[in-house]
């Protein structure tokens, strides 16, 4: 393969619009060296040298995009390697399985639909019909496969074109409250936050309070989040779907840095919030820990109240991501 040569500017503003367009986060030309920085010590640029010349092998150039996607986790990790995708349907050609064929009818399927939306349906039909007897779970395998391919790639479609709202920038993420347009965080946030889970603590406070609020309406509640801001310690109540007369469980979220712990007097005055509110249970979502006075009063007073402490909220992230 070729070489680019290119300004250092034009390099890095070429990966932030690729992964804008793909992951729809915005990047700072700095984020990208930092996050470049930990393949390679020596990417170490300074803004003084933006305008400088850079060479660069083409495959590298796409292995950093590739890199950058799995580090702002818009791609498994395992879609660093180039040639997943090849990898995969050898193995299922090895294991016997007749996955190239699948593939020539996938391809001859999807030119029926030159710029055009494909249902998933519609394709699966015509490989039955080329190839009758083929096994539905191979063709579909076959099918993912090279949708994953095709997630993997730093070609922009012209759907991906078409379908691009400008993305949001990731300082926002810790500055600000950003408001979904999907429940109460857009999942490329909540990938975001699982492939750097030790940036929890540096989240808005609004931010992480809106994390909790979308792990818990994936658990099936209902859920009503606070203002912001005076809310009389209760940030988010979840509620049975059925039954929305009363709260089931109000949180607090204490997004606080390391060695700032809840102390007991917050977790005394909360347990009032769970009697006032007349809720089965309370919980405290911390991205630090709970001092061990909190813990043994609630233990001695028996306060119908538990604890996520950063480690279990870590793991809150892991299962929302895509990547899961």
Known sequence: MGAIVCTVKNFLDTIIDIVGIKSGILLSRMTVIDILKGRDPDFDLLEEEFDQGIRIRSETYEDHIRYVRVKIGNLKPEMQHPFLWADRLVELDREGHQAFPVLKAFSESTRKYPGQKIDPNDIIRDILEMLPGTPLELVIGVIQIWVDHQQQSHHISRPEEEEWDGGTPLEQLFNCEIKSAENFMDQ???????????????????????????????????????????????????????????????????????????????????????????????????????????????????????????????QWAKTMSKNA
């Open 188 to 314: 490329k946030f909540l990938d975001y936050i699982a492939a750097n889970a030790d940036e929890l603590q540096k989240m808005h406070w609004r931010n992480f309070e809106r994390f909790c609020a979308e792990f818990f309406n994936r658990l099936g509640y209902q859920i009503q989040l606070g203002p912001g801001g005076s809310d009389g310690g209760i940030d988010i109540r979840a509620f049975d779907p059925n039954d929305n007369s009363k709260p089931l469980i109000i949180i607090q979220c204490k997004r606080y840095k390391e060695g700032h712990q809840v102390g007991i007097e917050t977790v005394k005055a909360f347990y009032t919030d769970v009697e006032f509110e007349q809720a089965q249970l309370g919980m405290i979502v911390t991205t630090s820990e709970i001092a061990p006075g909190g813990k043994k009063v609630c233990e001695a007073r028996k306060y119908p109240l538990t604890f996520a402490e950063l480690e279990e909220v870590k």
